[in-house]
């Protein structure tokens, strides 16, 4: 019988019994699981998605006066990080505990704890869908782990992580009586750590922790604390600088989209199906470039960042691809928010909820190419102005709320050719060969040393302030810009006059006074 007709047959032929093959997995298999975390942070925020997946479950459960708390504690006393929960034990080797009061585990529902690819009973908008988050997390931290969880009575679970061959893959459970732990709570613990917790590493994950759960935190009904500090949380929305300028000020667009989910049939077979997502996206252009990476869309999964300044994923393509050509830093103005809302399994994200799901980000990538497309189109128009223009038009700061709107504007972006605080402004110039000659001079201030600082110090706050009040009103004779070109007067010089919006006689006129003896 050959070996496909034997796996085809529904009757698998008599044979002597030789013995059972060991199929324990090698620790290297466990090494592929631990690589799937990228960072120790990432880590630590797997286990506390656990505890927070219950909140999004369970919405209504907490109160400002009564919320989630998951507390981290971080003990090594080598680096003078002594945890307050092993105070009494100070020596203990270096260890990393998550503790939360989310409601406790279950004798049945233990298992979920340790064995990979189980997962628990998850949010409809949740956070956590896959059961290998926490393993993985645990892995990726340390190889001595142990789980304590009092719902009614307490339990704990502990696995030693060996190296080669582990004979030993059952986790052996046992009953504290009395329990030690106030009920409904879990505490996850790991020690013997593969990395060194440093005070740099500290305050890295308590900013990320704040800014990546920043959205669940806003509320009050979830508090994260770490080493007993209380965080607060980040938003990245409160960091943006938006520009205020007409036509491009920032925008809030709602959206929804259809996501490929791959799930299990009734008969365990592998199911695909499609899954709504409705979204958000803020978008707009920041007061000015940067010079480097932080630009792009920030992704927030269900209340969780996903990833922060995504560029080419999310529409900076080619445009033979369908995108909006690639993202350079002549338009690194562009910036935005997207927040999905849906099931975990239709987010955009892998099971590490760090790298992008591929097919997932297709739809999204669609969306939002065509929503954001003006916003992009208006960097690019502006940028070709060259430096001058980009400042004057994006220097305007945003105020007030940000505005929502079902589609963006039909009509295509074109950047004024003067602008000043808020609209397009002529200059009055009196042609007078002195002021010709002056103006000359200004594009050296720095080097010419007959020019005094003050002088150069009226002419910098007369560019930033625009045109003063006691100009309003008056008649004025315009003159073409090609004028100051004749006269010498570079292009630098000659858009940030046009910019600020000046008289430019009487501007030269108070530097010329000031520079005289």
Known sequence: MSWYNFLASPAIPKGKFVKEIDCTPYTELLE???????????????LVDNPLEERLKNPRKYKKNKPLKIEVFLHDKSQNQVASLLKETPDTPPTIVV????????????????RFGEPGDGAERGISAYGRGGKRARLKLGNRHVVISRRRKQYYGY????????????????EMDPPTLPRGTTRTIVTDLLFTMTSDWIAKLKEQLAMTYADILRDGRTQIYVNDELLQPKLIDDEIQWSGSAHIQPRRMRFSYVAPVVDRGPNRESLTTQQRVKGEVTIGLLTTTTTGDEFGFDIVCNGRLLKRFVKEEIGFLPAREGGWGPA?????????????????????????????????????????????????????????????????ILGVPFKGNIRSISEPPRKAYKPSALVGGQ?????????????????????????????SDKAKEIFEMAIEGGPSKSQAG????????????RAGVPARIRTKLGMAGVDVSSLLKSILDKTKG
């Open 423 to 451: 609209q397009p402004i002529r200059i009055s110039f009196i042609i007078i060969r002195r002021v010709f000659e002056l103006a000359k001079r200004l594009y050296n201030l720095e080097t010419q040393k007959e020019v």
């Open 328 to 392: 350079t830093q002549k338009i690194s103005m562009v910036r935005g928010i997207i927040r999905l809302h849906g099931p975990s399994k239709a987010m955009p994200w892998r099971s590490n909820k760090v790298e992008f799901d591929d097919e997932k980000m297709k739809p999204l990538r669609d969306v939002i190419v065509a929503k954001c497309r003006y916003w992009v189109e208006a960097a690019k128009a502006i940028s070709r102005g060259g430096t001058g223009q980009v400042s004057g």
């Open 99 to 114: 503790q939360d009061n989310a409601g406790g585990v279950n004798l049945p529902d233990f298992s979920k704890l340790f």
């Open 474 to 485: 008056r008649s004025r004779t315009l003159v073409d810009f090609k004028d100051l070109a």
């Open 32 to 46: 592929s699981e631990r690589a799937e975390v990228p960072t120790t942070i990432a880590a630590v925020f797997e």
């Open 159 to 174: 696995h030693v992580i060996k190296t080669g061959l582990n004979t030993n893959w059952k986790i052996p459970l046992s």
